[in-house]
């Protein structure tokens, strides 16, 4: 009925899938971007998930889920009570 879609910081992935659940998809989608609060250039975990500015910060993935049509959320608490008002 619905679709929750999770992604990180760094790469072009995320942005990559909201257009194209833009372009193919008709259910609602829940989006969330882990590494909201990590500081530009720093490596989290492993070697895609580091910032090298513009497009692969989490709040540009964010702002693309929500010109997708996403509702997006700051917080992975949240997502359940977003998905739950959207069906």
Do not use: Y
């Not at 942005?15 to 659940?21: K, T």
């Not at 530009?40 to 910060?57: C, E, Q, W």
């Not at 996403?70 to 959207?86: A, C, D, H, Q």
Request: with cysteine.
């Amino acid at each position: 009925d619905a679709v929750i879609m999770i992604g990180e910081i760094g790469g072009p992935d995320e942005a990559e899938a909201a257009q194209w659940c833009k372009d193919h998809m008709k259910k609602p989608i829940v989006g969330f971007i882990a590494g909201v609060t990590a500081p530009p250039g720093k490596r989290m975990g492993h070697a895609g998930a580091l910032i090298s500015g513009g497009a692969d910060t989490a709040d540009a993935k964010l702002a693309v889920m929500e010109e997708c049509g996403f509702k997006v959320t700051r917080n992975p608490s949240e997502m359940g009570r977003i998905l739950k008002s959207l069906i």
